[in-house]
């Protein structure tokens, strides 16, 4: 449920609220909106009626939430959450575009993606420094290694930067290098990764798992907020259909239907979806028809070399083009790039 506090409500009110939730075993989450304060609380349904919120100081109103999704629910919050990332913002009226290659390789070839990237708009840069792989043989990051280099091109060019973690151990080495986390679709499940996110100070990108319906991945999110952690920004990338001439799906009825049923920013990677570098630019361009908040692209300096995903990956060139393209499918949508 959540609880909708009046706009002349006093401190001594909101903590006697927050006080009466928690002694019936209720968590309280504090949702700042540009209007009002809501109290989102997580617990046992059955013991609502009981608590006789209505008749407190301060309360306007007790509203139930009928999606097993609390926190994370258009019910809880009407306004889009704004998630900030060094300069970046998700979740407002300008399109964000995270641009960079799939691996952290070398510094001049990271290097070298985030002056190209950063020139063509992108205002934030990729780079894998732990890559979960199918097989054990292939190229799987530099490690720490990959997180400082990552670090040390960001204060060169400006960039923010993201990066995905696999665990406890690689969460807390990324936190000290990079400007926000990534759950990868391989983890979107994994919860006491979830939880430890949720634990942290980052913005955590979460990606939908391949086989993972929208309730899922949005439960998955609910994770990360229960935790307390608010800046979470949702990434459509593919799932995993019946069709093979692709490498996975991608699902753009599901960013129109989370924006409807969720206040979080969400996002599209056209890479991960197609595999194929050839369909990148016209699946960015649907997704922001679509109403995306921004999208993840791949870029690399030299995709023909490249040590991981190099057939979906954008040249430079290619991504200027996109980028320019994308301007003019943002204005139609009365955005900004």
Not at 31 to 45: F, M, N, T
Not at 94 to 106: H, M, R
Not at 155 to 181: F, K
Not at 208 to 235: H, K, P, Q
Request: proline share 4%; with cysteine; hydrophobic share 45%.
């Amino acid at each position: 449920m959540v609880v909708v506090m009046k706009l002349t409500a006093r401190p001594e009110e909101i903590a006697a609220v927050q006080q009466r939730l928690e002694q019936a075993g209720f968590q309280a989450h504090f949702i700042h909106g540009v209007k009002r304060l809501v109290i989102g609380a997580v617990g046992d349904r059955a013991a609502i009626n009981s608590l006789g919120l209505e008749a407190l100081a301060g309360v306007e109103r007790v509203v139930p939430i009928m999606k097993p999704y609390k926190l994370v629910s258009r019910e809880v919050k009407g306004e889009n959450s704004l998630i900030k990332v060094k300069d970046a913002v998700f979740g407002g009226g300008k399109l964000v575009v995270i641009a960079g290659p799939c691996a952290v390789e070398s510094r001049e070839q990271l290097l070298t993606a985030a002056r190209r990237v950063r020139q063509a708009g992108a205002m934030v840069l990729r780079g894998g420094a732990f890559k979960p792989r199918t097989s054990p043989y292939s190229f799987r990051g530099l490690g720490k290694e990959g997180l400082q280099l990552l670090a040390e091109v960001a204060r060169e060019t400006g960039v923010a930067t993201v990066s995905e973690v696999l665990d406890e151990a690689s969460l807390e080495m990324a936190l000290e290098y990079v400007d926000m986390v990534q759950v990868g679709a391989r983890n979107m499940q994994n919860f006491r990764l979830l939880q430890a996110v949720g634990c942290c100070q980052k913005p955590v990108l979460l990606k939908r798992g391949f086989s993972a319906t929208i309730d899922e991945w949005l439960m998955a999110a609910e994770y990360i907020l229960s935790e307390g952690n608010e800046e979470v920004i949702l990434c459509e990338r593919g799932i995993r259909t019946f069709e093979t001439a692709t490498r996975n799906t991608l699902d753009l009825s599901a960013v129109s239907l989370v924006k409807e049923l969720s206040h979080l920013p969400v996002i599209a990677d056209p890479s991960h979806a197609t595999g194929n570098r050839k369909l990148v630019s016209p699946m960015s361009r649907a997704a922001v028809a679509a109403g995306a908040d921004g999208l993840i692209i791949e870029v690399h300096p030299d995709p023909a070399h490249a040590l991981c995903d190099g057939p979906q990956s954008l040249s430079p060139d290619d991504f200027d083009l996109l980028m320019g393209e994308l301007q003019g499918i943002a204005a139609a949508m009365g955005r900004d790039l």
